[in-house]
């Protein structure tokens, strides 16, 4: 479309909106929205001075391939559109599908990572650690693509069903048929305390940054209730466990670390955040407040590519004030954030499309920044995915538990190292990709 066309689009979308009127001509509704979609990320978008100044619309048959060709590559990997609904359901944890995770060990062989309790597959009893033999009946290996797998499990529709093989730690088989279904996620995957000679270790398993539908200030409930047993338990050390934590609410992660930056950082700055030219007054310092009675020196986090966005800000904000130790896998690396924009915009808002622009990105205390490709572990160890949650023999695990023990990490010269070759993460886009779960 020339440029003049756009011009005109662009006097359309003004005019109409201070007269705050609709147009049912479906033709114009997608003229409007998709003037809308690039006028609202040349106002809000992190790298809105690396927009293209001109877009031809008839280029492009949907809102995603518009989106997708304006976005500045290679940084934005994550802007997307979604629905108010979608974007407001994935935040507190209302799901649709079969509820699990799953991951690769070292030898190639296929897992289940995580089950949701209240999810058909939690209700099913399934758990971590099974190994999965089948999945709809054709062996795991037909999965496998040139960049990972494809297991064709479906859309996260209530009512479409699955199979799957299941080889169990006792080495038994087992076969499960389950259906999609609405359901709610729970964040806080394990949480538990190991004793270790004179000390009470405390271990949290956490799988996203979700917050509790309702609650003012956003928080999360899960948090509050896991930080309580903390306490209550009187821990002197914590390993967080956040590798398959792929982010979420940033006033959640805010909330964490509340709780597990030591008493002296509190009134100190958490992280500055920074935003486009156009949104330069949003700039601002958020600081510790400090919540519960935890005053740890130092902390554990387990981590791996999966590990993204509101993990690494919590990993980023921590370490100036305490000493923060990674282990696993170096982390995916996403130090910009986003937050629905539609609110801002007539006709994206009546027509149910919520665009989420990466908005802003983040520095911490020592103005360390644009860590794009991930944060590097102390040390390196590979998924004992085979293993329970808690297991102080699973190799992640073990390796904090050790330090704390010695002093030093275990030898690890005969592990393989290497990556794996495929994180769930990568399976998925968008919204998806925040709460990464089949």
Same mark, same amino acid.
């Given at each position: 479309m020339k440029n003049s066309k756009i011009i005109l689009w662009l006097f359309i979308l003004t005019l109409s909106a201070s007269c705050n009127e609709d147009t049912e001509d479906p033709r114009f509704a997608d003229a409007y929205i998709k003037t809308a979609i690039t006028a609202s990320m040349q106002e809000w978008y992190y790298w809105n001075d690396q927009l293209p100044q001109r877009v031809d619309y008839d280029q492009y048959n949907s809102y995603e391939a518009l989106l997708e060709a304006i976005k500045y590559k290679p940084f934005d990997r994550w802007s997307y559109l979604t629905t108010p609904q979608a974007f407001d359901q994935a935040f507190t944890g209302q799901n649709s599908g079969h509820g699990f995770?799953?991951?690769?060990?070292?030898?190639?062989?296929?897992?289940?990572?995580? %089950?949701?309790?209240?999810?058909?597959?939690?209700?099913?009893?399934?758990?971590?650690?099974?190994? %999965?033999?089948?999945?709809?009946?054709?062996?795991?290996?037909?999965?496998?693509?040139?960049?990972?797998y494809n297991f064709q499990l479906g859309p996260a529709e209530a009512g479409i069903s699955n199979s799957f093989t299941f080889e169990l730690p006792d080495g038994s088989l087992t076969n499960r048929s389950?259906?999609?279904?609405?359901?709610?996620?729970?964040?806080?995957?394990?949480?538990?305390?190991?004793?270790?000679?004179?000390?009470?270790?405390?271990?949290?398993?956490?799988?996203?940054?979700?917050?509790?539908?309702?609650?003012?200030?956003?928080?999360?409930?899960?948090?509050?209730?896991?930080?309580?047993?903390?306490?209550?338990?009187?821990?002197?050390?914590?390993?967080?466990?956040? =590798?398959?934590?792929?982010?979420?609410? %940033? =006033?959640?992660?805010?909330?964490?670390?509340?709780?597990?930056?030591?008493?002296?950082?509190?009134?100190?700055?958490?992280?500055?955040?920074?935003?486009?030219?156009?949104?330069?007054?949003?700039?601002?310092?958020? =600081?510790?407040?400090?919540?519960?009675?935890?005053?740890?020196? =130092?902390?554990?986090?387990? %981590?791996?590519?999966?590990?993204?966005?509101?993990?690494?800000?919590?990993?980023?904000?921590?370490?100036?004030?305490?000493?923060?130790?990674?282990?696993?896998?170096?982390?995916?690396?996403?130090?910009?954030?986003?937050?629905?924009?539609?609110?801002?915009?007539?006709?994206?808002?009546?027509?149910?499309?919520?665009?989420?622009?990466?908005?802003?990105?983040?520095?911490?205390?020592?103005?360390?920044?644009?860590y794009f490709e991930g944060l590097p572990v102390d040390y390196a160890a590979?998924?004992?995915?085979?293993f329970p949650w808690a297991d102080p023999e699973e190799p992640r695990l073990n390796a904090a538990l050790q330090y704390i023990r010695t002093g030093s990490f275990p030898f690890n010269a005969r592990q393989d190292l290497s990556p794996p070759q495929w994180e769930m993460i990568d399976d998925f886009t968008g919204l998806q990709q925040e709460f990464p779960v089949y």
């Open positions: 995770g799953w991951a690769i060990d070292q030898k190639q062989d296929l897992y289940l990572s995580f %089950v949701y309790s209240e999810s058909p597959a939690g209700k099913d009893g399934w758990q971590r650690g099974w190994k %999965v033999i089948q999945v709809n009946g054709r062996p795991v290996a037909d999965y496998k693509t040139s960049t990972g389950i259906s999609k279904a609405a359901y709610q996620a729970n964040s806080v995957l394990n949480r538990s305390t190991i004793s270790l000679e004179n000390k009470r270790i405390g271990y949290l398993a956490y799988n996203s940054f979700k917050a509790t539908a309702g609650l003012s200030p956003t928080q999360s409930q899960e948090v509050k209730e896991a930080f309580d047993y903390f306490e209550k338990e009187q821990v002197d050390e914590m390993i967080v466990d956040l =590798r398959y934590n792929g982010g979420g609410s %940033v =006033r959640v992660a805010e909330q964490l670390m509340n709780y597990l930056a030591p008493i002296s950082a509190k009134g100190q700055v958490m992280y500055t955040d920074i935003h486009n030219r156009n949104k330069e007054e949003m700039n601002g310092e958020v =600081r510790f407040t400090k919540t519960g009675g935890l005053d740890l020196s =130092r902390i554990f986090f387990i %981590v791996s590519g999966s590990s993204a966005s509101a993990s690494e800000l919590s990993i980023n904000c921590l370490s100036p004030y305490m000493e923060v130790k990674l282990i696993g896998q170096k982390t995916y690396g996403k130090p910009v954030g986003a937050f629905p924009v539609s609110g801002f915009n007539k006709f994206l808002e009546n027509n149910g499309i919520e665009l989420v622009p990466i908005t802003f990105s983040t520095a911490n205390a020592n103005g360390k920044a644009d590979q998924d004992g995915v085979s």
